[in-house]
């Protein structure tokens, strides 16, 4: 797959890093040192390079949107016309010192961006796990037990990429729905930071469902 990286932060690098390393032809964009998205592209030693946000939307796939909030209509706006693209978002909508969610119950980020690019693929996924878990996941990926990554959106092609992607990255995709159910993935996350960055054990968290037959 050809997948541009709109945000090359925690998130953005890491997982343009393994897709790369998983094959995949990866844009990453939208940092605000040119040359750090140069290096990202050097070390991901696969087919990868660096970009502006329209030269990652050019052509690809799939798109990552993984800003800040508040970047998110800069970003799109460099991005150009998203018309048909599969945009897999794991921004959350975070206020500006990352306390809290600034959509929450009866909308969610993922639900909002969709709103902003009618035209595009929205699916939600990766928001629900810390940055610093995703090299341990891609590392273990041929182990039998996977952890979980739940995704939704409403466009059953833009969902079928994100499975493909989660699974590239190690994880067991759980598709979840619609992308409204975004609201109740986006809260989720907070309980998992809270875990991650206040618990005892470090920040290298992932998480399992499992289905128990009754009896
Ligand atoms: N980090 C996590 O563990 C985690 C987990 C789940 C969800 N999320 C969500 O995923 C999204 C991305 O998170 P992240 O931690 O990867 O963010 P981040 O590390 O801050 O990365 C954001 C990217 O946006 C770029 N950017 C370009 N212009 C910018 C500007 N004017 N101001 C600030 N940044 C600018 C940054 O540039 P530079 O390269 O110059 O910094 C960076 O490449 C957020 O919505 C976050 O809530 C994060």
């Not at 990286?5 to 690098?13: D, E, T, V, Y």
Request: net charge positive.
């Amino acid at each position: 797959m050809r997948i541009g990286i709109l945000g090359s932060g925690l998130m953005g690098a890491k997982l343009g890093t393994i897709w790369a390393r998983a094959g995949h032809d990866v844009v990453f964009s939208y940092s605000r040192s040119e040359a750090k998205l140069k290096k990202l592209a050097r070390d991901a030693t696969g087919k990868a390079r660096a970009g502006t946000p329209r030269e990652a939307a050019q052509d690809a796939d799939a798109l990552l949107l993984a800003v800040h909030w508040s970047r998110v209509d800069d970003v799109l706006k460099q991005a150009g016309d998203l018309s048909g693209k599969v945009i897999v978002t794991c921004s959350l909508p975070m206020n500006a010192d990352d306390t809290g969610l600034v959509i929450a119950h009866t909308s969610s980020g993922a639900e909002a961006l969709a709103t902003k690019v009618p035209q595009a693929r929205v699916v939600a996924a990766f928001g629900t796990v810390p940055s610093e878990v995703l090299f341990g996941v891609f590392a273990a990926r041929r182990k039998k037990h996977k952890p979980s990554l739940v995704y939704c959106g409403d466009d059953a092609r833009g969902k079928k990429i994100a499975a493909q992607l989660i699974q590239d990255t190690g994880f067991d995709p759980i598709d979840a729905g619609p992308l409204q159910v975004a609201r109740y993935t986006e809260p989720f996350t907070l309980l998992i930071a809270r875990l991650a960055y206040e618990g005892n054990e470090g920040p290298e968290l992932a998480y399992r469902f499992e289905w128990f037959a009754e009896g």
